[in-house]
């Protein structure tokens, strides 16, 4: 882990007069850039080419002689051959120069690798950079499993070995070929285990070294509620904690299977039988008020425990992924400890949990720009910065 004195050193080096916001050009990107325009930050989105005319064009900012912005969010583009090429010297020199502070979101470090941004990348990021590798469920130890695990937040029970599925389970793998999806699929039994997992092999979904490698629990039948919360490290007066908005997802092919009646399920190909669980999409919910006590004291355990055990702990936005079954009952099945891939269903209107607190539009894109701004009038950027 690169120590974070390097970091700052480079910080240092930076006109907090001119800093810019910027991040990788996906996942959540339009959330960061929209929360930074509205925080009077210019934006930077780091591309890849061929996939870079979101950004370059339709999302483009124009300003006016004053300098306001009167279209678009993104104001600079660094277009590069891959999304790994962030890491290179030549393009960190290039964000140093520019004042750029960096998001990290999932495709950041899923793209450049996790040793590299990590070890590498020495650019000011606002965030746990220690944290990002703990959501690289089964393939370290000190996953955010065993964070859960050592806190006692509830998580589905995890079976030890498919022979031992004796009701309905979730299994939960990598897809083989989008390696930022999933190929989780559920079974009842082992031997639909055997069969689902012959047929996800057999048509390239899965690997078998992942197969080997996923987490098998208990599947909890109820809603998804994702919980996109703020923990500020500069928060003196009032709670630290804070709850934005909450947000669930669109998976593919699973949404469509739900949406045919069980005859027409049972015709399906053999190919299609078994949906995937793709993420194409989000869209915003709210809790019953009556929950709400429920979430918060999930949200302070956590943070506490990052504290305990990776410090300096939680920095910044983070999602806690829940469901909840029939009692009333939440269990954490996954966690992301930077900001969430559903907070871009609350850009520009804000979260409904976070417009109710700050009185005011507040995405996690703005609050994370928001906590950016506070810093420089406090001089305490280096409480923010990994």
């Not at 080419?49 to 300003?63: A, I, L």
């Not at 937040?153 to 599925?165: G, M």
């Not at 804070?242 to 299977?257: A, K, N, Q, V, Y």
């Amino acid at each position: 882990m690169i120590e974070r004195e390097k970091v700052f050193e480079v910080l240092r080096g930076y006109d907090k007069s001119k800093i810019k916001i910027g991040c990788i050009a996906s996942h959540s990107g339009l959330d960061v850039y929209d929360g930074a325009i509205e925080e009077g930050f210019p934006t930077v989105a780091v591309c890849e080419k061929g996939r870079e005319e979101p950004y370059t064009r339709y999302f483009k900012s124009k300003r006016d002689a004053n300098g306001n912005v009167i279209r678009g969010v993104v104001d600079e583009a660094l277009v590069l051959d891959k999304f790994k090429d962030a890491v290179k010297p030549e393009n960190m020199e290039w964000l140093a120069k520019n004042n750029v502070i960096f998001i990290p979101n999932r495709s950041f470090f899923s793209y450049a690798g996790m040793d590299a941004v990590e070890d590498d990348f020495a650019i000011p990021m606002m965030g746990s950079r220690n944290l990002l590798r703990s959501e690289e469920r089964g393939d370290v130890e000190e996953d955010y499993y065993w964070l859960l695990e050592r806190v006692n937040l509830p998580a589905p029970e995890k079976i030890e070995s498919p022979e031992e599925i004796d009701s309905l389970a979730l299994v939960k793998l990598k897809h083989k070929v989008k390696r930022l999806e999933r190929g989780f699929f559920t079974a009842a039994s082992y031997a639909e285990y055997q069969e689902k997992s012959e047929e996800l092999l057999k048509n390239d979904v899965i690997t078998q070294e992942d197969l080997q490698n996923a987490r098998i629990e208990k599947y909890i039948i109820g809603p998804v509620f994702n919980f996109d919360f703020f923990y500020s490290p500069l928060e003196k007066d009032e709670e630290p904690i804070e709850l934005l908005g909450i947000d669930w997802r669109f998976e593919t092919s699973l949404d469509g299977h739900v949406r045919l009646p069980a005859a027409q399920q049972m015709s399906l190909l053999e190919e299609q039988k078994t949906p995937e669980y793709t993420v194409c999409g989000h869209n915003s919910a709210t809790l019953r008020e009556s929950l709400l006590r429920k979430i918060f004291p999930l949200a302070e355990i956590y943070v506490k425990g990052t504290q305990e055990y990776s410090p300096p702990g939680m920095i910044g936005p983070f999602t806690l992924q829940t469901c909840v079954d029939k009692d009333m009952n939440f269990f954490i099945y996954d966690v992301s400890p930077r900001i969430g891939g559903g907070t871009n269903v609350h850009m520009s209107v804000g979260h409904p949990y976070g417009n109710t607190l700050w009185r005011s539009r507040v995405s996690t894109g703005r609050r994370v720009a928001m906590e950016i701004r506070r810093a420089l009038e406090t001089d305490e950027l280096e409480k923010i910065i990994t």
